[in-house]
């Protein structure tokens, strides 16, 4: 069955970096655009970056855009979000999810906490 596990979250001070994976099973990974979507305490979803199959392509949140950088290694069905510079209302609960061919997030993983504090 279609599995998406995040790692790498934690808990880092202000201005620091971390590096989250999500690792994919069950699907050909390669043919899916993935996103990043957050959840902060008491908020709702906030896209965070997405990519397109073979990596050429990148977008990010106005939010995050500079700080973070979205990956992919599709021989190891891996996506990556790059986070550096982190800023205290960067700590959420961050989501890998697939991007089914509608647009619709078809497949989501259990998520990563990151806490952004000092």
């Known amino acids: 069955q279609v599995q998406l596990v995040e790692s790498g979250g934690g808990l880092v001070q202000p201005g620091g970096s971390l590096r989250l994976s999500c690792a994919a099973s069950?699907?050909?990974?390669?043919?899916?655009?993935m996103y990043w979507v957050r959840q902060a305490p008491g908020k709702g979803l906030e896209w965070v970056s997405g990519?397109?199959?073979?990596?050429?392509?990148?977008y990010y949140a106005d939010s995050v855009k500079g700080r973070f950088t979205i990956s992919r290694d599709n021989a190891k069905n891996t996506l990556y979000l790059q986070m550096n510079s982190l800023k205290p209302e960067d700590t959420a609960l961050y989501y890998c999810?697939?991007?089914?061919?509608?647009?619709?997030?078809?497949?989501w993983g259990q998520g990563t906490l990151v806490t952004v504090s000092s």
């Open positions: 999810a697939r991007v089914a061919p509608s647009g619709a997030l078809d497949a």
């Open positions: 990519i397109n199959t073979g990596g050429g392509s990148t």
């Open positions: 069950g699907f050909t990974f390669s043919s899916y655009w």
